[in-house]
């Protein structure tokens, strides 16, 4: 940023309309506006920083406690009720560009001693392009904040009241903040705060949702099946042992066949068990025909239901008015021949011929007619099937009961034989036998084992499938989760490299810093033998070490802090590469000529642009003769005591 | 099932039931859980729930437990028709697909209850506890 001009009119002691062009020539870099006390330095100073960002910008104070703004020769001149204005308008140079910024505010004159503000402030901002063209940037707080940021813009325009700041001992906080806006530390400052903040937000919300509930289900899920694996595994085991004791069976009864004593006795149980397994099937079959049956016999309950609605259809069938076309027929028929079926004549306009005629236009959709007759049918065909049906299962029945009889005789019969076998004289008959009913026994509990055991897998399955589906849900409870987890640590992880890379950029921006702070220092101070270092360090305290090594701060003079402060200032604006110009009020006020024979000599090579706004006390002699080789523009603020007002005048 | 998503063609029970279905459908012994399928116990349930003139509209949550392409054309639809005809002694409600399962529904989700009862709660096996319903005792 170079500034090219300041155009004041209205504002404060500046009633006529003043302007100042800024030097901007590189060899003749120094612009000095003179004034003696109240003339308007402070004013002027006060003008570019309204005119640049107003009265407060990003809650950054700019101008604060200064009185009103408008000229008070403008507001005498008023009649009361009338309104005044006061405008500034500054014309910069950035990055090639040619920027104007005007900005205007307005009081009413209420009574001789009171304004009020009526509420108008305004600025505009406009860039001119390289056709001359003039085209107007919307964003002026935020372009300003490109070009040299608010919070930034004291470390290049200050008040040389109070430039020492910075040396004071508990200024360490200051030069660190200073630091970081002029370093653009801050920015990265603020990356880091805010992922900080994103991590610890996310962790939170991790820690409210985590619950550990898939865990819990695959435990339970892989219970469930460690469990099925064995109760089918037990099954197996127990179909395994029905086949052997079926072959132990199979072994005893050959041996019983090859008896003589059991033959007889053997061949009736032979038989016995074929009858016993034909009926047996037979009773089967018969239940399962029952089942289908009983189950789909739904109608024979509704019985009433068909009676009822059939005699619905049936009275429409009756009237006639199904099917509609037989109707249709027969009344077009007596319509023609206008003879009704009982030989009278129909007279043509008579109630009997409207009502054929109403007859004949009132029918039901060929849809309903269609359904209608094939429900009737549909349900005659139901309502007969009830009594056969119902014949058929009670002979089902019957059967049932018959096949239920002759297998409890045929039971009777087996445990006749086995009686006798088991109570057989011969002991290998009788010994036989009861093994063999041993493992009968077997059988049998292990087939109702077995049966309990399809129970349990039956009940597994379902409890497997019911898990599996908490389990999914669980699973993309955890993705969501896992997410949450990558994304705090991502944040946590580059909030942390952040960190490092701020502490590594920042230690060495204090070092460069630090180097060139003493490089200037050095060049300004006056006593350079009995100062022998500057420090910056880890802390940010400012320190000067004298020649005895010792830290000689607290013995500064306020010219000597001035020094480092501005040296500290200088420092910083050469390292940052920012391109602003220096902007001075009253910089030399506390420095005695030493000093400032040393700054006047040297401040010009520290930037590019320097602007001083001084009184005649603080630059003269030796001083100016410093600067006069690099003053490009050079101006007196005369202040006229008469008006109160002030004017600009090109010192030539 | 919210009642936003019902499907037109079909079937809803009451959530509240749909445990009576399972019972009488989910086993492999016909004797002690005689129905094939839930269709069967439907019609069965609505058949009854005409019988004993009761019905009940679905309210709480429902359960769609099966299509109305399941209804067999001899014998089913016919059911669901007549309980449609006599119910509303109007013709009309022949070509209203919606109205005739609406009735049907209402009637068996009255029915259920009774059905559970006289199959599952009376003693006696429920097969034939069935064929006692339908007018014959072998119990």
Redesign the interface.
């Known amino acids: 940023m170079k500034l090219e001009w300041i155009e004041l009119e209205g504002f404060r002691q500046y009633f006529s309309r003043q302007r100042l062009t800024f030097s901007k020539d590189a060899d003749r870099r120094v612009t000095v506006i003179h004034g003696v006390n109240g003339a308007g330095k402070t004013s002027l100073f006060l003008a570019l920083n309204w005119c640049l960002y107003g009265r407060i910008v990003d809650n950054i104070t700019i101008i604060d406690n200064v009185g009103e703004l408008v000229s008070k020769e403008a507001v005498a001149r008023t009649p009361i009720g009338g309104k005044v204005q006061a405008s500034v308008t500054v014309c910069f140079l950035h990055d090639g560009e040619r920027y104007r910024i005007r900005r205007r505010v307005e009081v009413m004159k209420e009574s001789a001693e009171i304004i009020v503000p009526t509420g108008y402030e305004i600025a505009t901002m406009m860039r001119v392009q390289s056709d001359g063209q003039a085209i107007e940037v919307r964003n002026l707080i935020g372009m300003m904040n490109s070009i040299l940021p608010a919070n930034v813009r004291q470390y290049f325009l200050f008040d040389g009241e109070k430039i020492d700041n910075f040396a004071k001992p508990e200024a360490a906080a200051q030069v660190k903040q200073a630091i970081d806006l002029v370093l653009k530390l801050e920015l990265l400052n603020r990356a880091r705060y805010h992922l900080n903040l994103a991590a610890t937000e996310y962790r939170k919300e991790l820690k409210q949702k985590s619950s550990g509930e898939l865990r819990k289900l695959i435990e339970q899920e892989e219970q469930a099946r460690k469990v099925r694996e064995d109760t089918q595994a037990r099954i197996r085991e127990l179909t395994d042992e029905i086949q052997s004791a079926r072959l132990k069976i199979k072994d005893i009864d050959q041996k019983l066949d090859a008896l003589p004593n059991a033959q007889a006795l053997q061949k009736d149980r032979q038989r016995i068990e074929r009858d016993l397994k034909q009926r047996g099937d037979e009773r089967e079959k018969a239940?399962?025909y029952?089942?289908?049956l009983?189950?789909?016999?739904?109608?024979?309950?509704?019985q009433?239901?068909?009676a009822?609605?059939?005699g619905?259809?049936d009275t429409?069938r009756e009237r006639g008015e199904i099917p509609s076309s037989i109707r249709r027929q027969f009344v077009q028929d007596l319509l023609d021949e206008m003879k009704c079926i009982c030989g009278r004549d129909i007279e043509a306009g008579s109630l009997e011929y409207q009502r054929l005629q109403q007859l004949m236009q009132k029918s039901i959709?060929s849809?309903?007619e269609n359904?209608?007759l094939d429900?009737t049918a549909?349900?005659r065909?139901?309502v007969e099937?009830v009594q056969p049906t119902?014949l058929d299962?009670?002979e089902t029945?019957d059967q049932r009961?018959k096949l239920s009889e002759i297998i409890r005789d045929l039971e009777g019969e087996q445990s006749d034989v086995e009686r006798q076998l088991k109570g057989s004289p011969l002991e290998e008959i009788s010994r036989l036998e009861k093994n063999r009913e041993e493992y009968r026994d077997d059988i049998e509990r292990m087939t109702l084992e077995i049966g309990t055991c399809e129970g349990e897998v039956k009940s597994l399955n379902a409890r497997i499938k019911n898990l599996e589906i908490e389990r999914e849900k669980a699973e993309k409870a955890e993705a969501r989760e896992r997410l949450l987890s990558k994304k705090m640590e991502i944040a946590q992880r580059a909030a942390d490299a952040i960190e490092n890379a701020y502490q590594a950029h920042a230690d060495d921006m204090r070092q460069r810093i630090e180097v060139k702070t003493k490089e200037i220092f050095k060049s300004l101070v006056w006593k350079e033998s009995h100062f022998r270092d500057i420090q910056l360090g880890p802390d940010f305290n400012l320190e000067v070490i004298d020649r005895y090594g010792f830290r000689a701060r607290p013995e500064l003079s306020a010219g000597e802090r001035q020094v480092l402060s501005l040296s500290f200032i200088t420092a910083m604006s050469r390292v940052s590469g920012e391109e602003a110009p220096l902007v001075m009020d009253t910089p030399f006020g506390r420095l005695s000529s030493q000093p400032r024979d040393n700054i006047t000599r040297y401040l010009p090579e520290l930037t590019d642009q320097l602007i001083l706004f001084v009184t005649d006390e603080e630059l003269r002699g030796q001083s100016l003769e410093n600067l006069k080789p690099r003053i490009g523009a050079e101006y007196r603020l005369e202040f006229n005591p008469d008006t109160s007002c002030t004017t600009i005048e090109e010192v030539k | 099932m919210s009642d936003s998503s019902i499907s037109r063609d079909a079937v809803y029970i009451d959530k509240s039931v749909h445990e009576i279905y399972k019972q009488l459908t989910e086993g492999n012994d016909p004797v002690s859980v005689p129905f094939r399928t839930m269709k069967d116990v439907f019609l069965m349930a609505a058949s009854l729930g005409y019988q004993k003139g009761v019905r009940q509209p679905l309210t709480g949550k429902r359960e769609l437990i099966f299509r109305w392409a399941q209804f067999s054309p001899q014998t089913d639809l016919p059911l669901l028709k007549a309980l449609a005809i006599s119910t509303t002694s109007n013709i009309e409600v022949l070509v209203s697909p919606e109205e005739i399962v609406s009735i049907a529904q209402e009637y068996a989700n009255a029915g259920i209850h009774e059905l559970r009862l006289q199959i599952l709660e009376e003693t006696g096996q429920p097969l034939l506890n069935i064929v006692q319903l339908l007018g014959m005792n072998y119990r």
């Open positions: 239940v399962q029952i089942r289908d009983a189950t789909t016999s739904h109608f024979i309950l509704a009433s239901a068909f009822k609605a059939l619905v259809l429409k959709s849809k309903l359904e209608v429900t549909a349900l065909v139901v099937r119902l299962l009670r029945m009961v």
